[in-house]
Protein backbone atom coordinates (compact mmCIF):
# COMPACT_ATOMS: atom_id res chain seq x y z
CA UNK A 1 0.00 0.00 0.00
CA UNK A 2 1.14 3.95 -0.54
CA UNK A 3 0.13 6.58 1.46
CA UNK A 4 0.95 9.94 1.49
CA UNK A 5 2.42 10.91 4.56
CA UNK A 6 2.49 14.59 5.67
CA UNK A 7 5.63 14.32 7.83
CA UNK A 8 7.54 13.66 4.43
CA UNK A 9 4.76 15.09 1.94
CA UNK A 10 5.22 12.28 -0.09
CA UNK A 11 3.36 9.31 -1.15
CA UNK A 12 5.53 6.08 0.56
CA UNK A 13 5.00 2.25 0.67
CA UNK A 14 3.42 1.87 3.91
CA UNK A 15 5.52 -0.60 6.00
CA UNK A 16 4.01 -0.55 9.45
CA UNK A 17 6.48 -1.29 12.88
CA UNK A 18 5.39 -4.68 13.10
CA UNK A 19 5.13 -6.67 10.08
CA UNK A 20 1.06 -7.05 9.19
CA UNK A 21 -0.24 -5.61 12.25
CA UNK A 22 -0.95 -1.43 12.15
CA UNK A 23 -1.28 0.83 15.40
CA UNK A 24 -3.99 3.13 14.51
CA UNK A 25 -5.38 6.65 16.07
CA UNK A 26 -8.13 8.93 15.21
CA UNK A 27 -8.82 12.05 16.96
CA UNK A 28 -11.87 11.79 18.39
CA UNK A 29 -14.68 14.17 18.43
CA UNK A 30 -14.83 17.02 21.02
CA UNK A 31 -18.27 16.19 22.26
CA UNK A 32 -19.73 19.62 23.21
CA UNK A 33 -22.35 19.54 19.88
CA UNK A 34 -23.17 17.60 17.22
CA UNK A 35 -20.41 16.86 14.47
CA UNK A 36 -21.10 18.91 11.48
CA UNK A 37 -20.88 16.90 7.90
CA UNK A 38 -17.24 18.58 7.61
CA UNK A 39 -15.98 16.62 11.14
CA UNK A 40 -18.08 13.81 8.87
CA UNK A 41 -15.72 13.64 5.95
CA UNK A 42 -12.91 13.16 7.98
CA UNK A 43 -14.34 10.40 9.79
CA UNK A 44 -15.35 8.56 6.46
CA UNK A 45 -12.25 9.25 4.93
CA UNK A 46 -10.18 7.57 7.71
CA UNK A 47 -12.72 4.68 7.98
CA UNK A 48 -12.04 3.99 4.15
CA UNK A 49 -8.45 4.03 4.99
CA UNK A 50 -9.08 1.30 8.21
CA UNK A 51 -11.02 -0.73 5.88
CA UNK A 52 -8.77 -0.59 2.91
CA UNK A 53 -5.86 -1.54 5.34
CA UNK A 54 -7.62 -4.52 6.28
CA UNK A 55 -8.58 -5.45 2.56
CA UNK A 56 -4.97 -5.21 1.92
CA UNK A 57 -3.98 -7.89 4.57
CA UNK A 58 -3.31 -5.72 7.58
CA UNK A 59 -4.53 -6.62 10.80
CA UNK A 60 -5.90 -3.72 12.18
CA UNK A 61 -6.59 -2.04 15.88
CA UNK A 62 -7.71 1.70 15.91
CA UNK A 63 -8.16 3.50 18.47
CA UNK A 64 -9.86 6.84 19.29
CA UNK A 65 -10.46 9.40 21.87
CA UNK A 66 -13.44 10.75 22.88
CA UNK A 67 -12.40 15.30 24.00
CA UNK A 68 -14.94 15.74 27.15
CA UNK A 69 -12.03 17.95 29.01
CA UNK A 70 -9.36 20.26 28.44
CA UNK A 71 -10.28 21.93 24.80
CA UNK A 72 -10.17 25.42 24.24
CA UNK A 73 -12.06 27.00 21.78
CA UNK A 74 -9.04 28.19 20.45
CA UNK A 75 -6.42 25.18 19.99
CA UNK A 76 -3.96 27.27 21.86
CA UNK A 77 -5.18 27.53 25.35
CA UNK A 78 -6.72 30.77 24.88
CA UNK A 79 -10.73 30.97 24.73
CA UNK A 80 -13.34 29.91 26.20
CA UNK A 81 -13.95 25.89 27.59
CA UNK A 82 -15.30 24.12 24.91
CA UNK A 83 -17.49 21.88 27.09
CA UNK A 84 -18.33 24.39 29.70
CA UNK A 85 -19.99 26.34 26.91
CA UNK A 86 -22.21 23.26 25.75
CA UNK A 87 -22.99 22.84 28.54
CA UNK A 88 -24.18 26.38 29.76
CA UNK A 89 -25.90 26.34 26.32
CA UNK A 90 -28.35 23.24 27.03
CA UNK A 91 -28.47 23.76 31.13
CA UNK A 92 -27.00 21.02 31.82
CA UNK A 93 -23.77 19.24 33.20
CA UNK A 94 -20.41 19.02 31.29
CA UNK A 95 -20.92 15.09 31.72
CA UNK A 96 -24.49 15.15 30.27
CA UNK A 97 -23.14 17.16 27.55
CA UNK A 98 -20.26 14.76 26.51
CA UNK A 99 -22.70 11.21 26.80
CA UNK A 100 -25.73 13.29 24.70
CA UNK A 101 -23.24 14.21 21.87
CA UNK A 102 -20.82 11.06 21.94
CA UNK A 103 -24.21 9.12 21.44
CA UNK A 104 -25.21 11.29 18.72
CA UNK A 105 -21.46 11.31 17.35
CA UNK A 106 -21.78 7.47 17.21
CA UNK A 107 -25.34 7.31 16.04
CA UNK A 108 -24.18 9.74 12.72
CA UNK A 109 -20.90 7.46 12.53
CA UNK A 110 -23.63 4.25 12.23
CA UNK A 111 -25.81 5.95 10.02
CA UNK A 112 -22.55 6.60 7.19
CA UNK A 113 -21.81 3.05 7.55
CA UNK A 114 -18.27 3.98 9.90
CA UNK A 115 -17.03 1.36 11.68
CA UNK A 116 -16.34 1.99 15.37
CA UNK A 117 -12.80 1.85 16.53
CA UNK A 118 -11.80 -0.99 18.43
CA UNK A 119 -11.54 1.34 21.09
CA UNK A 120 -13.10 4.13 21.94
CA UNK A 121 -11.66 6.12 25.07
CA UNK A 122 -12.95 9.30 26.71
CA UNK A 123 -10.17 12.01 28.19
CA UNK A 124 -12.06 11.54 31.77
CA UNK A 125 -11.07 7.98 32.06
CA UNK A 126 -7.44 8.25 31.57
CA UNK A 127 -6.33 11.07 34.06
CA UNK A 128 -3.72 8.63 36.17
CA UNK A 129 -2.06 8.14 32.69
CA UNK A 130 -1.65 11.95 31.92
CA UNK A 131 -0.55 12.75 35.09
CA UNK A 132 2.23 10.10 35.02
CA UNK A 133 3.34 11.45 31.66
CA UNK A 134 3.39 14.86 32.42
CA UNK A 135 5.40 13.57 35.79
CA UNK A 136 8.01 12.02 33.67
CA UNK A 137 8.12 15.27 31.33
CA UNK A 138 8.59 17.08 34.51
CA UNK A 139 11.47 15.02 35.73
CA UNK A 140 13.22 15.19 32.32
CA UNK A 141 13.30 18.97 31.93
CA UNK A 142 10.58 19.21 28.84
CA UNK A 143 7.84 20.56 31.41
CA UNK A 144 8.32 23.60 33.84
CA UNK A 145 5.75 25.11 36.19
CA UNK A 146 4.20 28.82 36.30
CA UNK A 147 1.55 30.28 37.67
CA UNK A 148 0.81 27.03 39.11
CA UNK A 149 -0.06 25.71 35.82
CA UNK A 150 2.33 22.97 34.31
CA UNK A 151 3.73 23.91 30.56
CA UNK A 152 5.10 22.00 28.14
CA UNK A 153 8.76 23.52 26.94
CA UNK A 154 8.63 23.68 22.99
CA UNK A 155 12.31 25.53 23.16
CA UNK A 156 13.85 21.99 24.58
CA UNK A 157 13.10 19.92 21.28
CA UNK A 158 15.49 19.65 17.98
CA UNK A 159 12.72 20.85 15.86
CA UNK A 160 9.23 21.61 16.67
CA UNK A 161 7.87 22.14 13.48
CA UNK A 162 7.77 18.90 12.52
CA UNK A 163 4.93 19.07 9.87
CA UNK A 164 6.75 22.81 8.27
CA UNK A 165 5.30 24.99 6.79
CA UNK A 166 3.49 26.48 9.67
CA UNK A 167 1.79 29.78 8.12
CA UNK A 168 2.08 33.35 9.99
CA UNK A 169 -1.29 32.97 11.08
CA UNK A 170 -0.49 30.06 12.74
CA UNK A 171 2.12 30.96 14.75
CA UNK A 172 -0.42 33.65 15.66
CA UNK A 173 -2.69 31.34 16.81
CA UNK A 174 -2.50 33.01 20.58
CA UNK A 175 -3.36 36.44 19.72
CA UNK A 176 -6.22 35.25 17.22
CA UNK A 177 -8.91 35.33 20.04
CA UNK A 178 -8.91 38.54 21.70
CA UNK A 179 -7.84 37.02 24.75
CA UNK A 180 -4.71 38.71 27.06
CA UNK A 181 -2.37 36.37 26.01
CA UNK A 182 -0.43 33.97 28.94
CA UNK A 183 2.15 35.75 30.26
CA UNK A 184 3.50 32.17 32.03
CA UNK A 185 4.29 30.59 28.88
CA UNK A 186 8.38 30.94 28.14
CA UNK A 187 7.95 30.91 24.85
CA UNK A 188 5.27 32.00 22.48
CA UNK A 189 4.37 27.49 21.51
CA UNK A 190 4.39 26.17 24.58
CA UNK A 191 1.32 24.74 25.60
CA UNK A 192 -0.26 23.82 28.93
CA UNK A 193 -0.41 20.02 30.17
CA UNK A 194 -2.33 20.50 33.45
CA UNK A 195 -4.14 23.79 34.41
CA UNK A 196 -4.58 24.26 37.97
CA UNK A 197 -5.26 28.29 37.63
CA UNK A 198 -7.31 29.19 34.47
CA UNK A 199 -9.58 31.99 34.20
CA UNK A 200 -12.20 28.88 34.49
CA UNK A 201 -13.03 28.82 38.13
CA UNK A 202 -16.42 27.35 37.65
CA UNK A 203 -14.93 24.66 35.71
CA UNK A 204 -16.79 21.39 36.53
CA UNK A 205 -14.37 18.83 35.95
CA UNK A 206 -11.06 18.54 38.20
CA UNK A 207 -8.79 16.22 39.48
CA UNK A 208 -6.67 16.09 42.16
CA UNK A 209 -2.66 15.85 40.87
CA UNK A 210 0.80 16.39 42.44
CA UNK A 211 0.19 20.09 41.27
CA UNK A 212 -2.95 20.71 42.97
CA UNK A 213 -6.06 20.40 41.85
CA UNK A 214 -6.97 20.64 38.38
CA UNK A 215 -7.40 19.59 34.82
CA UNK A 216 -5.49 18.49 31.51
CA UNK A 217 -5.20 20.45 28.26
CA UNK A 218 -6.26 18.89 25.20
CA UNK A 219 -3.10 17.93 23.43
CA UNK A 220 -1.90 14.99 26.30
CA UNK A 221 -5.02 12.87 25.77
CA UNK A 222 -4.12 11.83 22.58
CA UNK A 223 -0.53 11.22 23.01
CA UNK A 224 -1.90 8.74 26.72
CA UNK A 225 -4.41 7.00 24.75
CA UNK A 226 -2.36 6.20 22.05
CA UNK A 227 0.24 4.90 24.44
CA UNK A 228 -2.44 3.17 26.48
CA UNK A 229 -3.47 1.11 23.74
CA UNK A 230 -1.04 0.80 20.83
CA UNK A 231 2.39 0.91 23.12
CA UNK A 232 5.13 3.66 22.17
CA UNK A 233 5.11 3.05 18.71
CA UNK A 234 2.42 4.10 16.44
CA UNK A 235 1.94 3.70 12.30
CA UNK A 236 -1.11 6.10 11.56
CA UNK A 237 -2.02 9.08 13.22
CA UNK A 238 -5.43 10.27 11.41
CA UNK A 239 -7.28 13.72 11.58
CA UNK A 240 -8.62 16.95 10.02
CA UNK A 241 -5.75 19.10 8.49
CA UNK A 242 -6.69 22.07 11.30
CA UNK A 243 -5.19 19.41 13.72
CA UNK A 244 -1.38 19.64 12.01
CA UNK A 245 -0.76 22.66 13.80
CA UNK A 246 -1.04 23.16 17.14
CA UNK A 247 -2.54 20.05 17.96
CA UNK A 248 -0.38 16.68 16.18
CA UNK A 249 3.30 19.29 16.31
CA UNK A 250 2.35 19.41 20.28
CA UNK A 251 1.35 15.61 20.58
CA UNK A 252 4.53 14.52 18.94
CA UNK A 253 6.54 16.70 21.39
CA UNK A 254 4.77 15.25 23.98
CA UNK A 255 5.01 11.57 23.13
CA UNK A 256 8.95 11.77 21.62
CA UNK A 257 9.28 13.82 24.78
CA UNK A 258 8.40 10.93 26.97
CA UNK A 259 9.63 8.04 25.18
CA UNK A 260 13.13 8.87 23.78
CA UNK A 261 12.48 8.28 20.78
CA UNK A 262 10.22 8.45 17.02
CA UNK A 263 6.61 8.42 17.42
CA UNK A 264 4.14 7.30 14.65
CA UNK A 265 5.89 6.80 11.34
CA UNK A 266 2.59 8.04 8.89
CA UNK A 267 0.24 11.02 9.32
CA UNK A 268 -2.86 11.19 7.69
CA UNK A 269 -4.82 14.33 7.21
CA UNK A 270 -8.03 14.90 5.18
CA UNK A 271 -8.89 18.11 3.78
CA UNK A 272 -11.66 20.02 4.66
CA UNK A 273 -15.38 20.14 3.62
CA UNK A 274 -16.40 23.53 2.72
CA UNK A 275 -19.01 25.33 2.68
CA UNK A 276 -19.77 27.93 -0.47
CA UNK A 277 -19.23 30.83 1.66
CA UNK A 278 -15.68 28.90 3.27
CA UNK A 279 -15.06 27.29 6.07
CA UNK A 280 -17.78 25.14 7.80
CA UNK A 281 -18.27 25.81 11.39
CA UNK A 282 -20.18 25.04 13.89
CA UNK A 283 -21.14 29.02 14.28
CA UNK A 284 -22.05 29.82 10.89
CA UNK A 285 -25.86 29.65 9.47
CA UNK A 286 -27.43 26.63 9.32
CA UNK A 287 -25.38 23.69 11.18
CA UNK A 288 -24.98 21.03 8.91
CA UNK A 289 -25.44 17.99 10.23
CA UNK A 290 -26.65 14.29 9.42
CA UNK A 291 -30.34 14.68 10.85
CA UNK A 292 -30.31 18.40 8.99
CA UNK A 293 -29.85 16.09 5.49
CA UNK A 294 -32.34 13.52 6.86
CA UNK A 295 -34.82 16.05 7.31
CA UNK A 296 -34.61 17.37 4.15
CA UNK A 297 -34.99 13.63 2.63
CA UNK A 298 -31.33 13.00 1.63
CA UNK A 299 -30.32 9.19 2.25
CA UNK A 300 -26.97 9.41 4.84
CA UNK A 301 -25.22 7.04 1.93
CA UNK A 302 -25.33 9.16 -0.49
CA UNK A 303 -23.62 11.98 1.43
CA UNK A 304 -20.73 9.00 2.24
CA UNK A 305 -21.13 8.93 -1.57
CA UNK A 306 -20.51 12.05 -2.35
CA UNK A 307 -17.26 12.46 -0.15
CA UNK A 308 -16.41 9.56 -2.00
CA UNK A 309 -16.16 10.73 -5.41
CA UNK A 310 -13.41 13.32 -4.60
CA UNK A 311 -9.98 12.84 -3.06
CA UNK A 312 -9.48 12.91 0.87
CA UNK A 313 -6.30 15.23 -0.11
CA UNK A 314 -8.19 17.73 -1.47
CA UNK A 315 -10.33 20.78 0.09
CA UNK A 316 -14.28 19.95 -1.03
CA UNK A 317 -16.90 22.22 -1.90
CA UNK A 318 -20.49 21.12 -0.69
CA UNK A 319 -23.51 22.66 -2.08
CA UNK A 320 -27.14 21.07 -2.22
CA UNK A 321 -26.79 20.81 -6.20
CA UNK A 322 -23.30 18.82 -5.84
CA UNK A 323 -25.20 16.22 -2.99
CA UNK A 324 -27.98 16.09 -5.82
CA UNK A 325 -26.09 15.29 -8.42
CA UNK A 326 -24.52 12.77 -6.33
CA UNK A 327 -27.45 11.32 -5.14
CA UNK A 328 -29.23 11.01 -8.67
CA UNK A 329 -25.50 8.68 -9.70
CA UNK A 330 -25.46 6.84 -5.95
CA UNK A 331 -29.61 5.72 -7.03
CA UNK A 332 -28.20 4.97 -11.20
CA UNK A 333 -25.22 3.04 -9.68
CA UNK A 334 -27.47 1.21 -6.92
CA UNK A 335 -29.93 0.55 -9.40
CA UNK A 336 -27.80 -0.83 -12.02
CA UNK A 337 -26.57 -3.33 -9.56
CA UNK A 338 -30.17 -4.07 -8.55
CA UNK A 339 -31.10 -4.98 -12.36
CA UNK A 340 -27.86 -7.41 -12.23
CA UNK A 341 -29.26 -10.83 -12.43
CA UNK A 342 -28.70 -13.19 -9.63
CA UNK A 343 -27.72 -16.30 -12.18
CA UNK A 344 -24.68 -18.34 -12.85
CA UNK A 345 -21.90 -20.08 -10.31
CA UNK A 346 -19.66 -17.75 -8.81
CA UNK A 347 -15.98 -17.26 -10.88
CA UNK A 348 -14.18 -17.02 -7.83
CA UNK A 349 -11.07 -16.46 -10.29
CA UNK A 350 -12.59 -13.34 -11.28
CA UNK A 351 -13.77 -12.50 -7.61
CA UNK A 352 -9.91 -12.60 -6.77
CA UNK A 353 -8.51 -10.93 -10.20
CA UNK A 354 -11.10 -7.64 -9.22
CA UNK A 355 -10.10 -7.81 -5.68
CA UNK A 356 -6.61 -7.47 -6.27
CA UNK A 357 -6.67 -4.53 -8.68
CA UNK A 358 -8.97 -2.96 -6.12
CA UNK A 359 -6.41 -3.37 -3.52
CA UNK A 360 -3.74 -1.82 -5.85
CA UNK A 361 -6.12 1.02 -6.57
CA UNK A 362 -7.67 2.08 -3.70
CA UNK A 363 -4.35 0.82 -1.65
CA UNK A 364 -2.90 3.65 -4.05
CA UNK A 365 -3.17 6.59 -1.55
CA UNK A 366 -6.76 5.60 -1.04
CA UNK A 367 -7.71 6.84 -4.03
CA UNK A 368 -11.70 6.44 -3.68
CA UNK A 369 -12.81 7.82 -7.09
CA UNK A 370 -10.58 5.22 -8.92
CA UNK A 371 -12.62 2.34 -6.96
CA UNK A 372 -15.49 3.93 -7.94
CA UNK A 373 -14.80 3.80 -11.64
CA UNK A 374 -13.54 0.21 -11.01
CA UNK A 375 -17.17 -0.75 -9.86
CA UNK A 376 -18.64 0.75 -13.42
CA UNK A 377 -15.86 -1.53 -14.85
CA UNK A 378 -17.20 -4.63 -13.37
CA UNK A 379 -20.17 -4.01 -14.16
CA UNK A 380 -19.31 -3.64 -17.82
CA UNK A 381 -17.72 -6.96 -17.97
CA UNK A 382 -19.57 -10.06 -19.91
CA UNK A 383 -19.09 -12.18 -16.56
CA UNK A 384 -22.16 -13.75 -15.04
CA UNK A 385 -24.57 -12.05 -12.91
CA UNK A 386 -23.79 -14.17 -9.42
CA UNK A 387 -20.12 -13.06 -9.90
CA UNK A 388 -20.39 -9.48 -10.43
CA UNK A 389 -22.57 -9.23 -7.69
CA UNK A 390 -19.96 -11.03 -5.57
CA UNK A 391 -17.39 -8.82 -6.80
CA UNK A 392 -19.38 -5.55 -5.69
CA UNK A 393 -19.71 -6.99 -2.62
CA UNK A 394 -16.10 -7.47 -1.77
CA UNK A 395 -15.59 -3.87 -3.20
CA UNK A 396 -18.65 -2.63 -0.52
CA UNK A 397 -16.40 -3.76 2.12
CA UNK A 398 -14.31 -0.49 1.67
CA UNK A 399 -16.82 1.53 -0.10
CA UNK A 400 -19.38 0.68 2.64
CA UNK A 401 -22.43 1.98 0.20
CA UNK A 402 -25.18 -0.61 0.89
CA UNK A 403 -24.55 -1.68 -2.88
CA UNK A 404 -26.67 -4.99 -2.81
CA UNK A 405 -29.19 -3.50 0.08
CA UNK A 406 -32.66 -4.03 -2.12
CA UNK A 407 -33.69 -0.47 -0.75
CA UNK A 408 -37.53 -2.05 -2.00
CA UNK A 409 -39.31 1.40 -0.91
CA UNK A 410 -36.25 3.08 -2.97
CA UNK A 411 -36.35 1.00 -5.99
CA UNK A 412 -40.39 0.40 -5.88
CA UNK A 413 -40.29 4.53 -6.10
CA UNK A 414 -38.13 4.43 -8.59
CA UNK A 415 -39.83 1.97 -10.83
CA UNK A 416 -42.88 3.45 -10.28
CA UNK A 417 -41.44 6.56 -11.66
CA UNK A 418 -40.06 4.93 -14.89
CA UNK A 419 -43.50 3.25 -15.38
CA UNK A 420 -45.45 6.95 -15.21
CA UNK A 421 -42.47 8.18 -17.76
CA UNK A 422 -42.99 5.37 -20.23
CA UNK A 423 -46.41 5.22 -20.42
CA UNK A 424 -46.83 9.31 -20.23
CA UNK A 425 -44.37 8.90 -23.48
CA UNK A 426 -46.42 6.15 -25.12
CA UNK A 427 -49.91 8.55 -24.94
CA UNK A 428 -48.10 11.21 -26.17
CA UNK A 429 -46.69 9.28 -29.20
CA UNK A 430 -50.10 7.95 -29.98
CA UNK A 431 -51.44 11.43 -29.93
CA UNK A 432 -49.02 12.54 -32.04
CA UNK A 433 -49.90 9.33 -34.36
CA UNK A 434 -53.17 10.50 -34.65
CA UNK A 435 -52.37 13.66 -35.81
CA UNK A 436 -50.30 12.12 -38.41
CA UNK A 437 -47.13 13.92 -36.95
CA UNK A 438 -45.19 10.56 -37.56
CA UNK A 439 -42.00 12.91 -37.32
CA UNK A 440 -42.42 13.48 -33.54
CA UNK A 441 -43.85 9.70 -33.34
CA UNK A 442 -40.36 8.51 -34.17
CA UNK A 443 -38.80 10.85 -31.76
CA UNK A 444 -40.54 9.92 -28.94
CA UNK A 445 -39.76 6.14 -30.07
CA UNK A 446 -36.45 7.27 -30.01
CA UNK A 447 -36.27 9.61 -26.71
CA UNK A 448 -37.45 5.83 -25.24
CA UNK A 449 -34.69 4.03 -26.77
CA UNK A 450 -31.92 6.39 -25.78
CA UNK A 451 -32.87 6.17 -22.38
CA UNK A 452 -32.91 1.85 -22.78
CA UNK A 453 -36.71 1.51 -23.18
CA UNK A 454 -38.14 -0.32 -26.49
CA UNK A 455 -41.42 -0.39 -27.91
CA UNK A 456 -42.99 -2.77 -29.91
CA UNK A 457 -46.65 -1.88 -31.84
CA UNK A 458 -48.76 -5.35 -30.63
CA UNK A 459 -52.54 -5.79 -32.15
CA UNK A 460 -53.43 -5.21 -28.10
CA UNK A 461 -51.45 -1.67 -28.34
CA UNK A 462 -48.41 -1.14 -27.38
CA UNK A 463 -45.85 -2.65 -25.38
CA UNK A 464 -42.50 -1.66 -23.88
CA UNK A 465 -39.88 -3.36 -22.35
CA UNK A 466 -36.12 -2.85 -21.02
CA UNK A 467 -33.17 -3.44 -23.60
P1 LIG B 1 -13.49 18.40 16.56
O1 LIG B 1 -14.77 17.75 17.00
O2 LIG B 1 -13.58 19.86 16.36
O3 LIG B 1 -12.35 18.03 17.49
O4 LIG B 1 -13.12 17.82 15.12
C1 LIG B 1 -13.27 16.48 14.76
C2 LIG B 1 -12.51 16.16 13.49
O5 LIG B 1 -13.03 16.87 12.36
C3 LIG B 1 -11.03 16.52 13.53
O6 LIG B 1 -10.28 15.49 12.92
C4 LIG B 1 -10.95 17.80 12.71
O7 LIG B 1 -9.68 17.98 12.17
C5 LIG B 1 -11.97 17.51 11.65
N1 LIG B 1 -12.56 18.69 10.97
C6 LIG B 1 -12.92 19.88 11.51
N2 LIG B 1 -13.50 20.69 10.59
C7 LIG B 1 -13.51 19.99 9.42
C8 LIG B 1 -13.97 20.25 8.08
N3 LIG B 1 -14.57 21.40 7.76
N4 LIG B 1 -13.81 19.29 7.13
C9 LIG B 1 -13.22 18.11 7.44
N5 LIG B 1 -12.78 17.78 8.68
C10 LIG B 1 -12.91 18.70 9.66
ZN1 LIG C 1 -5.71 14.19 18.96
Known amino acids: MYLYNSLSKKVEEFVPHTPGKVAMYTCGPTVYHFAHIGNLRSYIMEDVLEKTLRYNGFDVKRVMNITDVGHLSSDADSGEDKMLKGAKREHKSVMEIAKYYTDAFMSDCAKLNIKTPDVVEPATNCIPE ?24 TSKLESYYVFGNQSSDDL ?15 NKNDFVLWFTKSKFEDQALKWDSPWGVGYPGWHIECSCIGMKHLGEYMDIHCGGVDNMFPHHTNEIAQSEAFSGHKWCKYWFHVHHLNDETGKMSKSKGEFLTVSLLEEKGYDPIAYRFFTLLSHYRKPLTFSYDALDQATAT ?40 M ?13 NGNTKRAIVDDFDYVLSLDLLKADEEAKGGEEDELTAYVEAKIEERKQAKKAKDFEKADAIRNELLSKGIVIEDTREGVKWKRQ
Open 330 to 369: YKKLKNKILLVPEEGEVDEKAVEEWHGKFAETVGNDVNTS
Open 130 to 153: FIHMIEVLLEKGYAYKAGENIYFD
Open 371 to 383: GITLLYDVLKTDL
Open 172 to 186: KIGARDDVTEDTNKR
